[in-house]
């Protein structure tokens, strides 16, 4: 049998650039993984043997002008919070990015507005 890597490299690598960035996902169920937890859902994480974690998803911060949340979730007992991007609302923000002095070709515009045809 062939391994998955030589099957489906694409989808491989792109697996492999996701653990990189947010580590090992396996231990996660299918539901938690694609949505999240529900606010008030608890749920536990096997690591290996002997070593589970007990989560309970608390509640979600305002969404920040970058399109970040806060979220706040009880981790073995202890009250802990992250700033996670939220890609749904950051389906419908508009981000305006400045010119970067460092970038060459990169030019500020003087006044917001579009370009057209004379």
Known sequence: ALPISAM?????EEFKDFTSQFGPVEHLNTRLFLEGPKIA??????L????TLHIKALALGDLSKTGQREVFFELN??????????????????FH???LKDVKGQIGAP????????
């Open 48 to 51: 290996e043997r002997g070593k």
């Open 77 to 94: 007992g202890q009250i802990r919070s992250v700033l996670v991007k939220d890609t749904q609302a950051m389906k419908v923000m508009h």
């Open 8 to 12: 489906y490299p694409k989808v491989f």
């Open 97 to 99: 990015p400045k010119a």
């Open 41 to 46: 859902e608890e749920f536990e994480v096997e």
């Open 111 to 118: 006044m917001p507005g579009k370009i057209g045809r004379a």
